[in-house]
């Protein structure tokens, strides 16, 4: 008996679509808890209010109209696995005082139920071409230094300069490493 080889799963970074709307809110009730920054989910709980603007206010984001202070402008991106909704990626078009800090340009969340499966180490590489694509060539990537996770997927990303430094995070001095890609 002859068996066909499985495809190999095709993994994306995609302009977010109202076609993966109900995936997105799925994989935020499974993930909301398990990321390091709420910013880059929503509150599945309220999503009755935010999934009718939730394309446009990404548009606004990147064009820098109606952000929180101190927030700069920035691209999202959904992360597919054979078209299905898997992460997301946030890309700061520039650095901010605090963003060097901590935050860096890119910032990756893998929804809960696909991590631990060499997906973020995959979807890295593709954010910084993005972050490149967007006219970034020195690409600054940070996590907390107790966020093994992160920490080895950054490493397995290629070639950085690398640092620790000491910063306040939502009030607590924190290890955070820094990763300079040079693209
Ligand atoms: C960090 C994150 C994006 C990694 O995505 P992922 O798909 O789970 O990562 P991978 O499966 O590619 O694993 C990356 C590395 O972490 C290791 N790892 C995975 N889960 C781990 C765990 N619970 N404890 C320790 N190491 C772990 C893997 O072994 C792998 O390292 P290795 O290749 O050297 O063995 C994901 O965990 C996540 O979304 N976390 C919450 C948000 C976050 O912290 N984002 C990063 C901020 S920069």
Do not use: K
Not at 39 to 68: K, V
Not at 114 to 124: C, D, I, N, V
């Amino acid at each position: 008996m002859t068996t066909c080889p499985t495809p190999a799963p095709t993994l994306r970074l995609e302009t977010p679509s109202p076609d993966l709307l109900d995936d997105y809110i799925q994989a935020c009730a499974e993930t909301w808890g398990h990321v390091h920054n709420s910013y880059i989910l929503h509150d599945p709980a309220t999503a009755h209010e935010w999934r009718s603007h939730l394309l446009d206010d990404y548009r606004r984001q990147e064009q820098g109209l109606g952000l929180p202070d101190g927030f700069v402008p920035s691209r999202t991106r959904w992360l597919t696995l054979d078209g299905r909704y898997a992460g997301t990626v946030n890309i700061r078009l520039r650095l901010s005082p605090q963003l060097e800090r901590y935050g860096g340009h890119v910032g990756i969340v893998i929804r809960l139920g696909l991590r631990g499966q060499g997906l973020g180490t995959a979807a890295f590489p593709l954010a910084i071409a993005e972050a490149h694509r967007l006219g970034i060539r020195e690409v600054l990537a940070t996590c907390e230094a107790d966020n093994a996770p992160s920490r080895q997927m950054l490493l397995h990303a290629g070639p950085a300069r690398t640092y620790r430094r000491r910063a306040d995070i939502d009030g607590v001095e924190r290890d955070v490493c820094h990763f300079w890609y040079v693209v």
